[in-house]
């Protein structure tokens, strides 16, 4: 009987900001492997017909439901998502550039400064649930 192939690969789209992160890749809760940056691409020969999916961070699992035909190569990319990291940095940026404007118009200290660091209020992590987008090829 012909095997189907599925390949697992890490995109590298999003470089040096997701070098430290790690997926956990689980086929039918039986074959898992870890993956990250270094460590970017796997390949599984699997039996025709439907399989179950599991890709993980730690922090949160999606599940894919896919169906091979006999020889048929299915490519999952795992697409790392920079949500949290660089909505931190813009509202950072946006805040430090508040305080250089205010201090360069009042040049001194008022409690109007404050105002900027209310924003660190509305952006909470667990707001961005998935940190990662898998994409395959049909």
Same mark, same amino acid.
Request: aromatic share 12%; hydrophobic share 40%; proline share 3%.
């Given at each position: 009987?012909? =095997?189907?192939?599925?390949?697992?690969?890490?995109?590298?789209?999003?470089? #040096?900001?997701?070098?430290? !992160?790690? $997926?956990?890749?689980?086929? *039918? +809760?039986?074959?898992?492997?870890?993956?990250?940056?270094?460590?970017?691409?796997?390949? $599984?020969?699997?039996? &025709?017909?439907?399989?179950?999916?599991?890709?993980? *961070?730690?922090?949160?699992? =999606?599940?894919?439901?896919i169906?091979?035909?006999?020889?048929?190569?299915?490519?999952? +990319?795992?697409n &790392?998502?920079?949500? $949290? !990291?660089?909505? %931190?940095?813009?509202?950072?940026?946006?805040?430090?550039?508040?305080?250089?404007? =205010?201090?360069?118009?009042? =040049?001194? @200290? +008022? &409690?109007v400064?404050?105002? &900027?660091?209310?924003? $660190?209020? %509305?952006?909470?992590?667990? *707001? @961005?649930?998935? +940190?990662?987008? #898998?994409?395959?090829?049909?």
């Amino acid at each position: 009987m012909n =095997q189907s192939t599925i390949v697992f690969r890490m995109s590298k789209s999003s470089g #040096i900001y997701n070098k430290s !992160n790690r $997926y956990v890749v689980r086929i *039918d +809760s039986k074959t898992e492997c870890e993956m990250n940056y270094s460590n970017n691409r796997k390949e $599984y020969r699997v039996l &025709p017909g439907k399989h179950t999916i599991e890709i993980g *961070d730690g922090t949160s699992f =999606q599940t894919e439901e896919i169906v091979l035909k006999a020889g048929e190569t299915k490519v999952l +990319s795992i697409n &790392p998502s920079l949500t $949290y !990291n660089l909505g %931190f940095g813009i509202l950072t940026g946006m805040v430090v550039t508040g305080l250089v404007i =205010q201090f360069a118009v009042l =040049q001194k @200290f +008022s &409690p109007v400064m404050i105002i &900027p660091f209310m924003l $660190y209020l %509305f952006i909470k992590k667990r *707001d @961005f649930k998935n +940190s990662f987008a #898998i994409s395959y090829s049909k």
